[in-house]
């Protein structure tokens, strides 16, 4: 079953590659959509693809890269759209 998540990640985020990383996980698990900085200094992602793809990607974000800190994920289920072709980095 595919689906749709709206992920927004804060803590330090920004600065520490965690776009880039997200776009090589949400590659090696196929998954489609985009990710970007936020001005207040969270990364915000949408997600789609296969369940239990996305799952582990939501899953990857509460630790992200190495030089990530995590300090709060929060996600939101919306439906499916079906409308990436490709995974982004976004501005």
């Known amino acids: 079953m595919n689906v749709r998540m709206i992920v927004r990640i804060s803590g330090e985020v920004q600065g520490v590659s965690y776009r ?16 970007r900085n936020l001005p207040d200094g969270a990364v915000e992602g949408c997600f789609e693809g296969e369940e239990s793809a996305v799952a582990s990607l939501v899953e990857w974000c509460r630790s992200g890269p190495p030089a990530a800190r995590v300090e709060q994920v929060t996600v939101t289920r919306q439906e499916y759209a079906g409308e990436f072709q490709e995974f982004t980095i976004t501005e």
């Open 20 to 35: 880039y990383a997200t776009w090589q996980q949400a590659r090696s698990q196929g998954v489609t959509g985009w990710v």
